[in-house]
């Protein structure tokens, strides 16, 4: 199990809309992830459990992964929270390389 | 939740309590550390033996009639004796007026004092409910918790199994839904366990493929319900060969959530299986259980019973040597 720590770069903070970025790119790791923020947790698989830690913009999560690819996984979610989330998601067809 | 000051008390119970502040209350925040609530009575009178520290103090009738009897400087020596004992607050009921030395004491020395317009005996039963609930074990799951037919079935397993789906088809049957994907628990009682919805979330449910849907807006108040009593725990599983399913169902299997333990059903999920009416089933199943009726039990007593019987026929024709 690896434990790293994030600030929250999306200007509004954990709106369904990122939640929605958070779990699309969990799903692609095999990894259980569980984020936890303001003593409340939730799988970062699930839409709805993201979005009800009502994490703010600028404030640190917790994200715990556990399994076969979790170096990886916990470094592209880190990357997507503290990074990414700042930038309005690319617009499908658009190149995302 | 965060953790218990007499600030918060004040905050959350003043309507409820009819509470009144005789002293403003310090900015700085004060731990409550424990859920009993003394009568001071005795250390009042200066024996403070075996009394507890750190516990909320109440003044009821006998106290004030005890310290009504003193004079200005002796009520003081006494409210002292009852402060050794380090009580995070001193509450007075019965709205009973609190000799002026007392009031001005818990100025200066800054500790809180609240009046409570209750008579002791009920401020105590409510504020003791209150703290029981407040420091009661609490924890969250990831799942589903569903009143189906009374019976709360908290679905688990892997995201994207189909815990929403499946609650989604039970409102459709007419059940209600506590809480999907986050599920609160906390334990009120040794073995109750109480469930409910995070705040945020309230009744809102994604159904992979179409979205977010507000249970409340679309079925209405019936297929809702704030909290529920979690009582089965069914456990959504792919299905696997391998995995040697119950199937008489007469072994129980339980699993533990702060302490409590729950019936809990493995479920394994194929295509086209009614997961809903299995579902319904269980939560019957089990109340009949509650009831005294064990379906796999009655099943096998009845097949002793035949074996039992046409042992005694064969019995019977075997001696029949006429």
């Known amino acids: 199990m690896k434990t790293v720590t994030a600030t929250v770069s999306d200007p509004v903070g954990f709106h369904l809309r990122a939640a929605g970025r958070i779990v699309k790119l969990t799903k692609t790791f095999a990894s259980e992830v569980t984020i936890r923020y303001n003593g409340r947790m939730a799988n970062a698989k699930s839409i709805m459990g993201l979005a009800s830690l009502a994490a703010e913009f600028g404030t640190d999560v917790e994200i715990e992964v556990s399994g076969d690819d979790e170096e990886a996984a916990a470094q592209r979610l880190v990357h997507l929270i503290a990074v990414e989330l700042a930038e309005p998601e690319t617009p499908p067809g658009a190149s995302s390389v | 939740m965060g ?77 002292e004796r009852v402060l050794t004992l380090n009580p995070p607050v001193i509450f007075v009921a019965m709205d009973q007026t609190v000799p002026e030395p007392i009031i001005n004491m818990a100025r200066e020395q800054k500790f809180p004092l609240i009046r409570s317009a209750l008579p002791a005996v009920e401020f105590m039963a409510e504020l003791t409910h209150h703290l029981e609930r407040t420091f009661a074990p609490h924890t969250e799951v990831h799942g589903t918790l569903v009143d189906v037919y009374g019976v709360g079935l908290l679905f688990t397993g892997r995201s994207g199994i189909g815990k929403s789906e499946c609650a989604m088809d039970l409102i459709e049957r007419g059940h209600r839904l506590v809480a999907d994907d986050i599920v609160e628990l906390t334990r009120t009682n040794e073995d109750v366990l109480i469930g409910r919805y995070r705040e945020a979330l309230r ?120």
């Open chain 2, 3 to 79: 953790p218990v000051t007499v600030q918060r008390i004040y905050r959350e119970l003043r309507e409820s309590l009819l509470l009144e502040l005789l002293a403003a209350l310090p900015a700085e925040p004060i731990a409550v550390g424990a859920a009993d609530v003394h009568r001071p009575g005795m250390a009042l009178m200066g024996y403070a033996e075996n009394f507890l520290p750190d516990r909320i103090q109440v003044f009821g009738e006998s106290e004030m009639a005890y310290i009504n009897t003193l004079d200005a400087a002796g009520q003081c020596e006494a409210v």
């Open chain 2, 203 to 322: 009744h809102h449910l994604e159904i992979r493929g179409v979205g977010v849907i507000d249970v409340q807006a679309l079925f209405g108040i019936r297929a809702i319900r704030m909290q529920k009593r979690v009582e089965v725990e069914v456990q959504l599983q792919e299905w696997d060969d391998s995995v040697d399913y119950e199937r008489v169902g007469s072994e129980n299997r339980y699993t533990e959530i702060l302490g409590v333990n729950l019936p809990q059903v493995a479920l394994p999920l194929f295509p086209g299986k009614n997961i809903t009416v299995i579902s319904e089933v269980i939560a019957l199943n089990f109340m009949l259980k509650i009831y005294g009726y064990d379906a796999a039990q009655v099943l096998n007593d009845r097949i002793l019973d035949t074996m039992r019987t046409s042992n005694r026929l064969h019995d019977y024709l075997d001696h029949d040597r006429e």
